[in-house]
């Protein structure tokens, strides 16, 4: 079962930047960024595709952008001018190649507060 692992979340300013990295242990098929705040249900951030092809939240374009480097199974999520609204734990999700099955990062705090 491939495992992914995040790291990057933390503290930052209203304004600030900060990025956040996923890292697979096998191979994956389409990558994602999902967010969930306290109170809310967890929604899709951002979205990568086998085909290259890009998907962004309607409150996150512009400000945000989902990467990946594939020779590491590695995506990130750089995240830029940042506002208490962004505040959430942010979770990596990947599909799988065959199965199509998805699997779950175990989270990362991302707060934005002056």
Not at 60 to 74: L, P, Q, W
């Amino acid at each position: 079962q491939v495992q992914l692992v995040e790291s990057g979340g933390g503290l930052v300013q209203p304004g600030g930047s900060l990025k956040l990295s996923c890292a697979a242990s096998g191979n994956v098929y389409a990558m994602a960024w999902y967010r969930q705040a306290p109170g809310k249900q967890r929604e899709l951030v951002a979205l990568l595709t086998y085909g290259g092809r890009t998907n962004y939240a309607d409150s996150v374009k512009g400000r945000f952008r989902i990467s990946t480097d594939n020779a590491k199974n590695t995506w990130y999520l750089e995240m830029t001018w940042l506002n208490p609204d962004d505040t959430a734990i942010y979770y990596c999700n990947a599909v799988l190649p065959g199965t199509l099955s998805q699997v779950w990062g175990q989270g990362t705090q991302v707060t934005v507060s002056s």
